[in-house]
């Protein structure tokens, strides 16, 4: 149990000042008993790695037992048996006011939905299993080890989905009517999905690579990111390719420069995209260079630019029912159902792009309820760094500050490839970000937590070598 701060501790003093003055001048964070890890945790970390993975794509037969819902349920009772008990405090934060506010949203809203039993499916089905995955980080990410074992989580549920995709590779079912391999996840770890959940991952896996000194890690996380790189050639997509690219960019500035293993990186990264050129299929060349005067036409670059005029579409349909709908939108949910052909699911397309997928479902007032959560997530990342900036005992803390805002820029800009408005991935950066938050302000332990594999770091940056903001 974390015990309470006297009246007059530091800890107390961390409280009362103003977010933006708790790391100018406030005291060092005061080092609190370490949470254990209890049962919650462990139901939570499987939560994580499950919604990812999704082990029914590559079991079938687990399918019916509805593994996700499962978990939620599991870890929920769990976290109130351990809040009643005294074992776990509540953490509120601003963010999880915020998705709430936004559900509150989402739930007025259904009243005035064009297909109203849809919006009520989704918000009673796959919102709130996301506000439950949410909620349930916000509450056991209470040290820096269980947030880096929730890293791990994704990375390695990313890991498994890559290789039972790479071993159906050949296999008719896992590709789609052009050609294009889909992979065998259904979700966030497949076709253009997984491009947009790489890069938002790509900053925690280089935070990773420069905190821990472990080779068998190190060659873990390249597993993972030479994987999914390949993965993404196959899939083709080109929203994926930008994301990677700006993720990229993003990674080495705020993660990579100034680090040791900067080279090692920049090798490996820069041997990935000679093995890609080199290798990858020709759909995936037709594609990334439809429209270019370089290209032969045939069906696979015409495809490619079909689906770029199908895109501006839907991006003209989604903002004109935004206009249309200023207030609640079609109901959440109720964008294909509202564009679709009765009878023809395949024509149920959504708008490809986050931000006017709530404007237009969901009305003006939830894009900026959304707009608002990941402005806060972000600036507080921004205030966590410059707070710890001239603390390289807490360099660890600073980096992670670094890569979760990172990805949080990433996420934005792959946001408008794809509609994940109700999906966990966003809601996973928001979360750690609220937790760092919560350890830089002193209210819960910031050290290292030293713990099994595969969560372990031993940090082998000094003061000399601690990453600095420029």
């Not at 990264?269 to 429209?291: D, S």
Request: charge should be positive; glycine fraction near 8%.
């Amino acid at each position: 149990m974390i015990p309470m701060a006297r009246p007059g501790s530091q800890t107390n003093v961390l409280r009362s000042a103003p977010i933006g003055q708790r790391f100018a001048a406030a005291p060092e964070p005061v080092a609190l008993e370490q949470p254990e890890l209890n049962l919650t945790y462990i139901l939570v970390w499987l939560f994580v790695f499950e919604a990812f993975v999704r082990v029914e794509d590559i079991l079938p037969i687990v399918e019916s037992l509805h593994v996700v819902l499962l978990l939620a349920i599991a870890g929920t009772l769990a976290y109130l048996g351990s809040l009643v008990a005294g074992k776990l405090r509540f953490q509120w934060s601003p963010e999880l006011g915020l998705v709430l506010l936004l559900s509150a949203w989402f739930a007025a809203g259904i009243p005035f939905a064009f297909w109203k039993s849809g919006s009520l499916h989704l918000l009673v089905g796959d919102w709130l299993r996301t506000v439950l995955f949410f909620f349930l980080l916000t509450q056991t990410l209470t040290t820096v080890g269980r947030v880096r074992k929730i890293i791990w989580a994704v990375l390695l549920s990313m890991l498994l989905a890559n290789a039972a995709s790479l071993l159906m590779q050949g296999n008719p079912a896992y590709y789609d009517a052009g050609g294009r391999f889909t992979g065998i996840n259904k979700a966030l770890l497949g076709w253009n999905f997984l491009g947009i959940t790489l890069s938002a991952t790509l900053p925690f896996i280089a935070y990773l690579y420069v905190a821990s000194r472990s080779v068998l890690r190190i060659l873990l996380l390249f597993a993972v990111l030479g994987s999914s790189l390949w993965m993404l050639v196959l899939t083709a997509s080109r929203g994926g390719v930008l994301g990677i690219a700006f993720s990229l960019m993003l990674s080495w500035w705020f993660l990579i420069r100034g680090s040791s293993r900067s080279l090692q990186l920049t090798v490996v990264v820069g041997l990935c995209l000679v093995v890609a050129v080199a290798k990858a299929p020709p759909i995936f060349w037709e594609r990334l260079l439809a429209g270019s005067s370089t290209t032969q036409w045939n069906e696979n670059s015409a495809s490619a630019a079909d689906s770029t005029q199908e895109r501006e579409r839907l991006l003209e349909d989604s903002i004109g029912d935004t206009l249309r709908h200023p207030m609640f939108g079609l109901g959440i949910g109720n964008f294909s159902a509202y564009h679709g052909t009765l009878g023809q699911s395949e024509g149920w397309l959504g708008p490809h792009n986050t931000f006017t997928q709530i404007s237009a479902e969901a009305g003006v007032p939830a894009l900026l309820i959304f707009l608002c959560l990941m402005g806060v997530m972000i600036r507080h990342m921004k205030q966590v760094s410059d707070g710890l900036k001239d603390k390289p005992e807490h360099s660890e803390l600073r980096l992670l500050a670094h890569a979760t805002l990172a990805s949080a820029l990433a996420f934005v800009f792959a946001g408008f490839f794809a509609h994940l408005a109700y999906a966990y991935l966003v809601y996973y950066i928001i979360a750690i970000g609220a937790a760092i938050r919560t350890l830089a302000s002193g209210k819960i332990q910031p050290a290292t937590e030293q713990v099994g594999f595969p969560g372990r770091v031993s940090s082998p940056y000094t003061a000399k070598q601690a990453i600095s903001w420029r």
